[in-house]
């Protein structure tokens, strides 16, 4: 997994957008955001007993699989126009990746964007709250499998979503003074 802040230009979204020089964004960084990653074997994901552990410790009991290409997500354009509005959920996002890649893009606690490249084998958990937004890269080919806690529910709020008590929440556990990831700054 690679991850950096992006230059903000209106280039192809599917172009990678690094600042000139490149600012690399650590898992640290991202973990103060609340973002989750893991890396694991995607070729064993029906056994591993990893995955296996990780669902368990955080109750993801539902799964599925999407694939995003041109040819076999129905509803291409307009799945993939409304996955990059910037938007948050009311439940946590969390993706593995199986084969492919794709960009999640999280705005950080100054409203700039970070640019996440999910490969192969890595599996990532947006918070409830966070402003996102997924691309397609260059390749335009994803498939991920999708975990949730109990039954899914896949609704995107569009940006603004200032009282949207989700979105509260995620602030005062984020960015309010007494909260983690301020006091580790
Ligand atoms: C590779 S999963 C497609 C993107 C998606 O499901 C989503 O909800 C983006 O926010
Ligand atoms: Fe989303």
């Keep these: 997994m690679e991850a950096w802040y992006m230059n903000e230009t209106d280039e192809d979204q599917r172009l990678p957008h690094h600042c000139e020089p490149r600012q690399d964004i650590s898992l640290e960084k991202l973990s ?27 109750g993801y009991t539902y799964t599925d699989m999407i694939t995003c290409s041109p040819d076999k997500l129905p509803n291409y354009e307009d799945k993939l126009k409304s996955f990059f509005e910037e938007h948050i959920h009311t439940d946590e996002e969390i993706r593995f990746c199986l084969e492919g890649s794709g960009y999640f893009d ?15 084998g890595d599996m990532i958990v947006l918070p409830a709250g966070i402003y996102h937004r997924f691309t397609l890269d260059t390749s335009n080919y994803i498939k991920a499998m999708r975990l ?19 979105r509260k929440e995620y602030i005062d556990n984020f960015f309010k003074e007494g909260s983690s990831s301020v006091e580790a700054h």
Excluded: C, M, S
């Design 148 to 166: 949730f806690v109990g039954e899914p529910v896949w609704t995107p709020y569009n940006r603004p979503q200032d009282d949207n008590p989700i």
């Design 32 to 58: 103060d955001l609340g973002v989750l990653y893991w890396h694991l074997d995607a070729d064993k994901y029906e056994t591993d007993p990893d995955l296996q552990q990780i669902r368990e410790n955080r």
């Design 106 to 120: 999280v705005r950080d606690g100054d409203d700039k964007w970070i640019r996440v490249w999910l490969k192969k």
